[in-house]
């Protein structure tokens, strides 16, 4: 299996809600990302976990919680988002970490009601 | 501070054309840099890296560090090399990564 998985592939939330998004993968990679890209924006970093840590956070609002059970599996949890925060969200992994080549998933489109 | 610039959103050229498309950054520490493409409809991926030198599907990119720039080149460009072309710089000492904002490519028969 040479593929970042995500689901689900579309969300719609209430800003009350809380849903999670989740990103897999099986090439063995140790590192995992998630992005943010807002329509017609390049893809902006938000996390990074090498060997299930957290080594990066982009300085983003607690209302996006992320979550990586194993080197395989990568959540991002969501609460009282705002509209604004309606984005398609990307998962990448990589070998071990942020030189080496990303796979990118193909995106949870999330529209924040 | 914007750290990649691609000045050009959108490119045209024809079949066969050279095609060149731009990328300068701020950064006076040693960067590495990246070019990822996205065909429509497929996965961001990785085109290449200039610590590997290697020419991909007939594009090269060379880190000019005096001009800061790493422009992708390519001398016959083809209709398949239509796609959105994405510039990155990964900053290695302070964890930092970041995409230019994009060139699109539109390559007419």
């Known amino acids: 299996d040479t593929e970042v998985t995500q689901t689900p592939k579309h969300l719609v939330m209430g800003m009350t809600n809380k849903k999670s998004l989740k990103c897999e993968q099986h090439?063995?990679?140790?590192?995992m990302y998630w992005y943010k890209q807002k329509a017609k924006k390049p893809p902006e970093l938000m996390f990074v976990?090498?060997?299930?840590?957290?080594?990066i956070n982009e300085s983003v609002p607690s209302r996006f919680s992320p979550e990586c059970p194993n080197s395989s599996l990568l959540n991002l949890h969501l609460h009282a988002l705002q509209p604004e925060d309606s984005a398609l969200y990307l998962c990448?992994?990589?070998?071990?970490?942020?030189?080496?080549?990303?796979?990118f998933g193909p995106g949870t489109r999330l529209t924040v009601t | 501070a914007q750290r990649v610039t691609q000045p050009e959103k959108l490119l045209s050229v024809f079949k066969g054309a050279p095609v060149e498309l731009k990328c300068n950054y701020s950064?006076?520490?040693?960067?590495?840099l990246f070019w990822y493409v996205q065909y429509s409809r497929q996965r961001l991926q990785l085109l290449l890296r200039?610590?590997s030198r290697e020419s991909i599907k007939g594009f090269t990119a060379d880190l000019n560090k005096g001009e800061t720039s790493f422009h992708l080149k390519k001398p016959f460009a083809q209709e398949e090399d239509s796609a959105m072309y994405y510039c990155?710089?990964?900053?290695?000492?302070?964890?930092?990564?970041?995409f230019g904002s994009g060139t699109k490519l539109n390559v007419k028969p």
């Open positions: 990448a992994s990589s070998q071990e970490g942020i030189r080496d080549e990303q796979y």
């Open positions: 090439m063995g990679h140790r590192a």
């Open positions: 976990y090498s060997y299930e840590k957290l080594s």
């Open positions: 950064y006076s520490g040693s960067p590495e």
């Open positions: 200039h610590i």
């Open positions: 990155a710089l990964l900053i290695y000492n302070f964890n930092k990564f970041y």
